[in-house]
């Protein structure tokens, strides 16, 4: 079980990584920037960025109904059922992602606008057809996984 959850995890993370990091190219293709001091009330100037961008960090620190949540779910059992202090010492870093997780978020889309985004623009039906792929990709993986997970339970004696 915890290799299946493993690689459901690779799945589930070779989707939400790449939404993310395209995030965060809309916003340096804007402003030029990777420093996040630089960025403060983008949801005043780009709603529409804004949401995705919260999906994404969402499926990042997954939760329900997320693909990361079904992969790492299949971890902590995993992880549980070998031994008590490995899942403890688990759980505790999944915590500790999601707190940054949420604390970049906030730190970058709320507060008072920066001077350095007053003349931002937010994402074109272009740049949010481009993610909407992986949006619908973790939302179904999240809703539906069985199917993935039968397809890696098949495969994986192939491999090993």
């Known amino acids: 079980e915890g290799l299946i959850a493993s690689i459901f995890l690779m799945i589930a993370h070779g989707i939400v990584s790449p939404a993310l990091f395209i995030a965060v190219t809309l916003l340096y293709e804007r402003h030029h920037t ?3 001091r630089y960025y403060r009330g983008v949801v005043m100037t780009m709603p529409l960025f804004s949401i ?3 999906v994404f960090t969402l499926a990042n620190i997954a939760v329900p109904l997320s693909c990361n949540f079904v992969g790492e779910f299949l971890s902590l059992v995993a992880a549980f059922s070998t031994s008590t202090s490995l899942g403890v010492l688990t759980s505790t870093s999944m915590v500790i992602a999601a707190a940054y997780s949420l604390y970049l978020y906030n730190r970058i889309c ?5 001077p350095y985004l007053i003349f931002s623009r937010d994402i074109n039906r272009r740049e949010f057809n481009g993610q909407l792929p992986l949006i619908v990709a973790i939302v179904l993986l999240g809703i539906v996984p069985y ?3 039968e ?3 098949v495969c994986l004696p192939r491999f090993l």
């Open 110 to 114: 709320f507060g008072q606008l920066s």
């Open 151 to 153: 397809l890696i339970r």
């Open 52 to 54: 995705v961008f919260m």
């Open 34 to 36: 990777r420093l996040v």
């Open 147 to 149: 199917p993935l997970i």
